[in-house]
Every structure is written in C-alpha cells, then in structure tokens.
C-alpha cells in the first residue's frame, strides 16, 4: 500500500525470527520503562520471554502435565518485584503450578504461590475442559484472575477470584459467573468483569458485569446475545469503561466491537458516529474482533482483528482521541491480529500476530512511538496603543504558531490582569474590555468612557488536545480632550509690598495628556499693580506688587493642546511693610484672617491677621480629619496687625485650616505643608 504517514513511528529493531509460524503473542508487561516481558502462545518453547539488549531470551519451561504437552501463557501483570504469568499450564520447570505462577523479577527465577497441588486454580465440572487463566488485574495488593474455573486453591470460585498479597488469603468474588472470563479492570472496590456468561452471582447479565465488594451488577443491559460475540478486553479511562469484543449491540445502542460505559449516567455511548462507530471488515477472513485496550493520559488504543475504525482504514490497530472524538490510524498498521496492547508514556507495545507494523519486518512484536505533542507558540505579541474614544485590532494567527494542528483549530482566551496604578501596581480593574472573535481569532480592544492608562493583558490559546500557550502585553489607553485639572491651590496669598510671594504651580496642576511644561499658562488680575513672573521651565509663579497696598484678585487659567481649559482664582493681599511683627499704628476697620506666607511652605510659615478692637483671640491649626494638631494663640490681643509663625515639621505632607476666633468673628483658611 506503499509509505502512509506516521509509519516513521513504528520501531523496527524488535525484528526477531525466534517465533514459529504457529507462535503468537497473548501478553506484555513493562517494567521500569525499559524491560519488556512477554507471554505467548507458543507450540516452541518460547512461551515466556524478555527482551535482552537485542534479542529475546527464553525464561523457564511451562507444560501441561502429565501429557507433557505445551503450555501457553495468556497474562502477565506486575505487583511489586513479581510478574504474574497466567494461562494454560499445570507445570513450570520442575515444580507443579496449576495456571498460575509468579516470577522475581531480582532473582530471575520461579515459584509457586503455595506448596503442593492445590497451588492455583482447577477445573472441577467434569466437562472435559482444562482449567485456564485469561486476564489478570492488579489494585494495591489484590491481584483478580480471571479464566475457566471452579477452586482456587481448593476454594470455591467460579471463573473469578481475588488474591490480597499482604495476607496471603484467596476470596471469591460472590458467587462468581457462570461462563469464561477474559477480561478484568479494577477501580478501588469496583470490579470490572467481561467475556462469555450470562449470570453474575445470579443476576442475569450479558457477557459484562460489575462487583462492589459486596455484590454484582449488570451493566446497562450488557451485549446482544451472538453466541460468537463476548468480551475481550475492558480499560478504565477517565471515568469511562471502555469495553471491547465481537457485538453490534450492548446495552440497546448500536456499537460496533466497541463502546463506553459512563458510570455517572448509567448509559453506554459508540465510539463514532452512525454507521462509522466503533471497528468494522474482516482481515484475512477474521472477524473484527477488539481484543485489546489500553489508555495513556491522551488516547485510548484498540487493537484485534479489523481493518477499519471508524470509516477509516486502520489495519488491526487505532487509536481513538476522547476529546475530539476521532478514530485515527498508528501509520499503515499492523495485522492481521493484534492481541494485546501496553502504553507506557508516549511508547505503544503491541503484541500479536503479525510479521509486519508500519510496512517494516516486525514478527509478532512492535513499538509505536507516539510523538510527543508540541503545545502552540506565541511569537512576541506586540504592545498596543490607542487613544480612549477609539479601538485597536490585533491578529492573533499572525503571533501563533502550532506543528502539529491547524491554526484554524485553536481557541484563544484573552484576559485583563490589570491597571497600572501610582508606584507601578496593577489593580483590579473593567475599564478595559477584550473580545475575540471565534473565526478569525482577531481581538478587539475598547476602552470605557474617560478610562485611559496602561493596563496588562494575558492571552491564551489552546490546541485540540488541551495544550497552552499565555503571552502578556501590555496596553496603553491615551486619554483625548481631557482637561487639565487644577487640585489644591490654595484660596489667598499674603505678603508685603515690598517683598513677594512665589506658588509652585507644577504642585497643583496635573493634565493626563500633556506635560506640564507643554502646557499653556495665562495671568490677569483685577488690578495691574499686581505684577506676575511665571517660569515656564519649572513650574514657578513670583508675584510682586511694589507700593501698593490692598486685595487683588489673581485669575489663572491653563490650556492643554487640545485648547482643554482650567480656570482657579486666588485672593491677594498686599500690605505696607511695618518692619516689626506687631504695629499697633495701623488699625483695620475690621476682623481680617490673612493668607499664611509663604504658602506652601516646608517647615514653617507666617499667620498674620488684623483686630479692629482690642480681643481675646484664639488661633489654632487643624488638619484635613478635623483633628487640631497645634493651638497658636490664645490670649488678649491690642487691635491692630499681629502675625505668628507656624511650625510644621511634626507633621507629615498635606493640607491643613488654621482658625481664627475672636469677639464672634470665625475664619478659617487653608494652607500646604509639602515637606
């Protein structure tokens, strides 16, 4: 059929002419990820055997006594440092073992599980037929067999049975079945059983069956009622039974050789869809039988004899990805049987009857080596910007990359982490909205209304098998016509006319587009005595008002680039120079509080105000809580202008009120502390 893709995967080396025409394999055990044990069915000698550096080497001699005749091993299974073998055979090497021995793996030698000849299972119905082990299952220490039988160990137990490891005892499970086991799963306490019988400790069931501990159950009706039919292999995946055999029906939906069983909704469901379920055609006239399943964490593998799989040309062997819910072939396959199936990792064993996998020379043994599943890739996502009353795409196939899926099957989730906030933190925030849109995997970026800043964006995409990528970036929202805000200026101004008064600009106006340096700052004042020096590089106002003496009021507004305005008005006051800090001489008509100089100040500043009369008076500093934090005066004071000094070195950074109280007049005026 020539070269099919994934035939790269199949390892050729285990090419070993060692096995006869008649020879196949009936089991694999991996141990330690690098020793491989195998049992066959093996008319030559070779019945248990283990792959040695290159070639298979031959480990004990199993027969069936007294004929003398050979024996098969149809199981292997690992509890600790021993293999388990099962199968049809009553001796290994010189010693007696009725269809049931282990192998130490360190000693690399036999032993039976108790002396004598009651050392496995028997055949007691008289039917002629010879007593065998099919499948072997192991959970903690309880190892199950399961076969044709009637005693263990000269106990009852009809075709199954458990053996606990710590206690050395066997069980039965109940009353057992009435008909051949082939196949066993074990979950905790819940027992999987399946192959031919219709009763289960006698509770009518077709060919599959669950015990709790205690008791068993059916299964949901189990497999129509072909007398050719049965079960052949169950695996345990993810919660779901997965059971396989000869049926076109099991629990009354159509099912070809294969079906799961969900133990939370009680009801089994087809591997595929319609027709196309399940495992299909004869091979070499065999019926399409599953005779093998095994999971690893991404694919449940089937194996038996059968050509398709789901509409599709398998060859013995698929694998069915649960997610998906696809069937998919191992290359061009092997065939015409396979009988046993065991995953390690990435690493597929099969065994079988076969002489070829993947168009390479494979006698009766082969590896898949399933490659390992690149997740996607992000190349750099780039950063964006945009200005608040717009929005930005971005591609997002054009940053994404994935080796072995179609970038039009990946999904991609994009999420805000955050806003950048003052001291680089990011907060909470929903001022940013991402959306993607499901076909063309472009995402959308809009901010909401005078939300503008820097935020931080994390997408994820996400292959068919569950696979991820996450990139961050970063997104910067510009704000646009926003105007510029002027914060804390503080109300008047006071200094004498022979000196003058400087504020810090810079200090109370902030715009969020524009740099303080770029703005636009504009003076007047109701009176032109008032004269105004701004330095545009720093941010700094000089007032001077050289001989004059009253209350102006100084009108400043500023504008952005947009031509965005704020407006604030302080009231100054100017007055002669008295040249001492108390003049009785001048005398004002009324109470007057004036505005604290300089303002802002670090750490101390001058409170002066003016009693027309003689007064008690009580001045004191409060901060923004209410809270009074200094009391400056309070006594009797001669009418006139008096002053005092403020010192805040105590006291932390911010806005404060000082109060003046006298002969029921109250003012209080606000002052900056900017350490």
Same mark, same amino acid.
């Given at each position: 059929?020539?070269?099919?893709?994934?035939?790269?995967?199949?390892?050729?080396?285990?090419?070993?002419?060692?096995?006869?025409?008649?020879?196949?394999?009936?089991?694999?055990?991996?141990?330690?990820?690098?020793?491989?044990?195998?049992?066959?069915?093996?008319?030559?000698?070779?019945?248990?055997?283990?792959?040695?550096?290159?070639?298979?080497?031959?480990?004990?001699?199993?027969?069936?006594?007294?004929?003398?005749?050979?024996?098969?091993?149809?199981?292997?299974?690992?509890?600790?440092?021993?293999?388990?073998?099962?199968?049809?055979?009553?001796?290994?090497?010189?010693?007696?073992?009725?269809?049931?021995?282990?192998?130490?793996?360190?000693?690399?030698?036999?032993?039976?599980?108790?002396?004598?000849?009651?050392?496995?299972?028997?055949?007691?119905?008289?039917?002629?037929?010879?007593?065998?082990?099919?499948?072997?299952?192991?959970?903690?220490?309880?190892?199950?067999?399961?076969?044709?039988?009637?005693?263990?160990? @000269?106990?009852?137990? +009809?075709? =199954? *049975? $458990?053996?606990?490891?710590?206690?050395?005892? #066997?069980? !039965? %499970? /109940?009353? &057992?079945?009435?008909?051949?086991?082939?196949?066993?799963?074990?979950?905790?306490?819940?027992?999987?059983?399946?192959?031919?019988?219709?009763?289960?400790?006698?509770?009518?069931?077709?060919?599959?069956?669950?015990?709790?501990?205690?008791?068993?159950?059916?299964?949901?009706?189990?497999?129509?009622?072909?007398?050719?039919?049965?079960?052949?292999?169950?695996?345990?995946?993810?919660?779901?039974?997965?059971?396989?055999?000869?049926?076109?029906?099991?629990? @009354?939906?159509?099912? +070809?050789? =294969? *079906? $799961?069983?969900?133990?939370?909704?009680?009801? #089994?469901? !087809? %591997? /595929?869809? &319609?027709?196309?379920?399940?495992?299909?055609?004869?091979?070499?006239?065999?019926?399409?039988?599953?005779?093998?399943?095994?999971?690893?964490?991404?694919?449940?593998?089937?194996?038996?004899?059968?050509?398709?799989?789901?509409?599709?040309?398998?060859?013995?062997?698929?694998?069915?990805?649960?997610?998906?819910?696809?069937?998919?072939?191992?290359?061009?396959?092997?065939?015409?049987?396979?009988?046993?199936?065991?995953?390690?990792?990435?690493?597929?064993?099969?065994?079988?009857?076969?002489?070829? *996998?993947?168009?390479?020379?494979?006698?009766?043994?082969?590896?898949?080596?399933?490659?390992?599943?690149?997740?996607?890739?992000?190349?750099?996502?780039?950063?964006?910007?945009?200005?608040?009353?717009?929005?930005?795409?971005?591609?997002?196939?054009?940053?994404?990359?994935?080796?072995?899926?179609?970038?039009?099957?990946?999904?991609?989730?994009?999420?805000?982490?955050?806003?950048?906030?003052?001291?680089?933190?990011?907060?909470?925030?929903?001022?940013?909205?991402?959306?993607?849109?499901?076909?063309?995997?472009?995402?959308?970026?809009?901010?909401?209304?005078?939300?503008?800043?820097?935020?931080?964006?994390?997408?994820?995409?996400?292959?068919?098998?569950?696979?991820?990528?996450?990139?961050?970036?970063?997104?910067?929202?510009?704000?646009?016509?926003?105007?510029?805000?002027?914060?804390?200026?503080?109300?008047?101004?006071?200094?004498?006319?022979?000196?003058?008064?400087?504020?810090?600009?810079?200090?109370?106006?902030?715009?969020?587009?524009?740099?303080?340096?770029?703005?636009?700052?504009?003076?007047?004042?109701?009176?032109?005595?008032?004269?105004?020096?701004?330095?545009?590089?720093?941010?700094?106002?000089?007032?001077?008002?050289?001989?004059?003496?009253?209350?102006?009021?100084?009108?400043?507004?500023?504008?952005?680039?947009?031509?965005?305005?704020?407006?604030?008005?302080?009231?100054?006051?100017?007055?002669?120079?008295?040249?001492?800090?108390?003049?009785?001489?001048?005398?004002?008509?009324?109470?007057?509080?004036?505005?604290?100089?300089?303002?802002?100040?670090?750490?101390?500043?001058?409170?002066?105000?003016?009693?027309?009369?003689?007064?008690?008076?009580?001045?004191?500093?409060?901060?923004?809580?209410?809270?009074?934090?200094?009391?400056?005066?309070?006594?009797?004071?001669?009418?006139?202008?008096?002053?005092?000094?403020?010192?805040?070195?105590?006291?932390?950074?911010?806005?404060?009120?000082?109060?003046?109280?006298?002969?029921?007049?109250?003012?209080?005026?606000?002052?900056?502390?900017?350490?």
């Amino acid at each position: 059929m020539g070269f099919v893709p994934g035939d790269e995967n199949w390892d050729d080396q285990f090419n070993s002419f060692i096995f006869g025409r008649e020879d196949y394999i009936t089991s694999i055990a991996i141990v330690n990820g690098n020793e491989i044990y195998i049992g066959a069915n093996a008319p030559t000698q070779h019945r248990f055997m283990k792959w040695h550096d290159v070639g298979w080497k031959s480990l004990g001699d199993l027969r069936r006594w007294p004929e003398g005749t050979v024996g098969k091993v149809l199981e292997l299974a690992i509890l600790g440092n021993d293999l388990y073998l099962g199968g049809e055979f009553t001796k290994v090497d010189t010693f007696q073992a009725n269809c049931l021995v282990k192998w130490n793996m360190t000693t690399q030698s036999f032993s039976a599980f108790v002396k004598g000849n009651k050392n496995g299972v028997e055949n007691l119905s008289n039917t002629g037929s010879y007593a065998l082990i099919n499948t072997i299952a192991i959970y903690g220490q309880n190892l199950y067999i399961g076969g044709r039988f009637t005693h263990v160990v @000269g106990i009852r137990a +009809n075709n =199954i *049975a $458990k053996w606990n490891a710590a206690t050395h005892k #066997w069980t !039965p %499970l /109940g009353k &057992g079945v009435n008909g051949i086991v082939n196949t066993i799963a074990v979950s905790g306490k819940e027992v999987y059983a399946g192959g031919f019988f219709t009763s289960a400790g006698g509770v009518q069931v077709n060919e599959i069956a669950k015990w709790n501990g205690t008791e068993w159950s059916d299964l949901g009706g189990g497999t129509d009622t072909d007398p050719d039919g049965g079960i052949q292999a169950i695996e345990l995946h993810n919660g779901e039974v997965y059971a396989g055999g000869l049926f076109s029906e099991i629990g @009354g939906i159509k099912a +070809n050789n =294969i *079906a $799961k069983w969900d133990a939370q909704s009680q009801h #089994w469901s !087809p %591997l /595929g869809e &319609g027709n196309n379920n399940g495992t299909d055609k004869f091979v070499n006239g065999t019926a399409p039988v599953v005779y093998a399943i095994a999971a690893n964490d991404r694919f449940v593998y089937v194996g038996g004899s059968f050509a398709k799989a789901g509409g599709d040309t398998v060859y013995s062997i698929a694998k069915w990805d649960p997610e998906m819910k696809k069937w998919s072939n191992l290359g061009s396959g092997t065939g015409p049987i396979v009988y046993d199936i065991a995953v390690r990792g990435q690493d597929v064993h099969v065994g079988g009857f076969f002489s070829f *996998a993947g168009g390479k020379p494979s006698n009766r043994f082969a590896i898949w080596h399933e490659l390992a599943k690149h997740s996607p890739s992000w190349s750099p996502l780039p950063s964006l910007t945009f200005r608040e009353d717009g929005r930005v795409r971005l591609e997002l196939l054009k940053y994404v990359s994935d080796v072995d899926d179609s970038l039009s099957a990946l999904s991609f989730k994009a999420e805000v982490l955050g806003k950048q906030a003052a001291g680089g933190q990011w907060q909470e925030t929903s001022a940013l909205q991402v959306t993607i849109n499901r076909t063309t995997k472009i995402a959308n970026f809009k901010a909401s209304p005078d939300s503008f800043g820097v935020f931080k964006v994390a997408f994820t995409v996400t292959d068919p098998g569950q696979l991820v990528d996450t990139d961050t970036i970063q997104v910067r929202v510009k704000p646009i016509n926003d105007a510029p805000q002027i914060s804390g200026l503080p109300d008047s101004l006071f200094f004498l006319n022979n000196a003058s008064a400087e504020l810090a600009l810079w200090d109370f106006v902030s715009d969020v587009e524009t740099a303080n340096a770029q703005l636009n700052y504009i003076f007047a004042a109701s009176n032109e005595a008032l004269q105004s020096n701004f330095n545009p590089n720093i941010g700094a106002l000089v007032l001077t008002a050289p001989n004059f003496q009253g209350h102006v009021n100084l009108f400043i507004t500023v504008h952005d680039d947009s031509n965005a305005v704020a407006r604030d008005t302080i009231n100054v006051k100017v007055d002669f120079n008295t040249g001492v800090a108390e003049n009785r001489n001048q005398i004002p008509q009324d109470f007057v509080l004036l505005q604290n100089h300089p303002n802002p100040f670090n750490p101390t500043t001058i409170i002066r105000f003016g009693l027309p009369q003689a007064a008690e008076v009580q001045l004191e500093v409060y901060d923004s809580f209410g809270r009074r934090v200094a009391t400056l005066l309070h006594e009797r004071k001669e009418a006139g202008y008096h002053e005092m000094q403020f010192d805040g070195g105590s006291l932390s950074s911010g806005i404060y009120f000082y109060r003046l109280a006298a002969v029921g007049f109250s003012e209080m005026k606000k002052l900056l502390l900017v350490k």
